[in-house]
């Protein structure tokens, strides 16, 4: 009874700090969706429910962060995001790395076409860590979005042109990856992105959508061009597309929300043509 009792109270004391929290997780029932984690901090365990996607996503023996929210009798986590170590080290590196860079460049830190681009590390929507490195060998289409977006004139029109394009690459039996970058990472955790993927249709083997630490996607975004404010709870952007070559090098931008797929899709043909 007095091991119930302090249960109850640690997850009190927890969903009433609203902040983050890391644990282990000890298992996960897929059937209820209910995960048992024992805290970083202390020995206790309690459970937790976990969303459908986060389920999908096998978190079961893994590090998490995330944040408690009480649901009725029971605490659910929300925002739920990697936390092994190695992981968080690894990105730190990169972030470090990139937020030098994007000083050094000055005035002149958008990456124009015939650049190189930045390196990275984000978690997709598998929550696997993807890097500039795993990206080069085939060219790759690169976008920004926020999964929140209430504009039906932006992010969700930039998705459907992605969707689109994928649709046709792999019609063509291109291998050409596609990739989205959230530019809201302290919501759209890789379950979140998993779920507005699927909500689209989308071949997450293909088209990878990537969140992470909040500095290095903000110096991703300026080094890309991309342009954000806080205006009446919303974030107000300008948007764009790139197609990169398969050796890192922007080859062409498309301003925009939107772009015509099929256009995009030649620009990658002709870079696979003989030169």
Not at 161 to 179: A, I, N, P
């Amino acid at each position: 009874m007095r091991s119930v009792l302090t249960i109850l109270l640690l997850s009190t004391a927890i969903c009433a700090s609203g902040k983050s929290v890391e644990a282990d997780v000890v298992s996960v029932d897929s059937a209820t969706g209910v995960a048992t984690l024992r805290l970083s901090r202390a020995g206790e365990t309690l459970e937790v429910r976990l969303s459908s996607a986060d389920v999908a996503l096998g978190w079961s023996g893994k590090r998490i962060r995330y944040l408690p929210v009480k649901d009725g009798d029971e605490v659910r986590a929300d925002r739920v995001f990697p936390a092994d170590p190695e992981e968080l080290r690894r990105m730190q590196e990169t972030t470090d790395v990139l937020r030098r860079a994007t000083l050094d460049r000055g005035r002149m830190v958008s990456r124009m076409p015939a650049e190189l681009v930045p390196d990275m590390a984000l978690w997709d929507q598998a929550a696997k860590v993807v890097t500039k490195r795993d990206l080069l060998g085939r060219p790759f289409v690169l976008n920004f979005i926020f999964t929140s977006c209430r504009d039906a004139k932006m992010c969700p029109a930039s998705t459907r042109c992605m969707k689109q394009l994928g649709d046709l690459l792999q019609k063509g039996g291109s291998e050409t990856r596609l990739v989205t970058i959230t530019f809201d990472p302290e919501v759209d955790s890789p379950a979140t992105l998993r779920a507005y993927a699927e909500g689209y249709g989308i071949d997450g083997n293909r088209h990878r959508f990537l969140t992470g630490d909040e500095g290095q996607i903000r110096d991703l975004m300026r080094q890309y061009g991309i342009l954000t404010a806080e205006s009446d709870g919303t974030i107000v952007h300008n948007a764009a597309t790139l197609v990169v070559s398969a050796e890192g090098r922007i080859v062409r931008r498309f301003e925009g929300a939107t772009f015509d797929p099929q256009q995009v899709a030649d620009t990658l043909a002709e870079l696979s043509r003989p030169k």
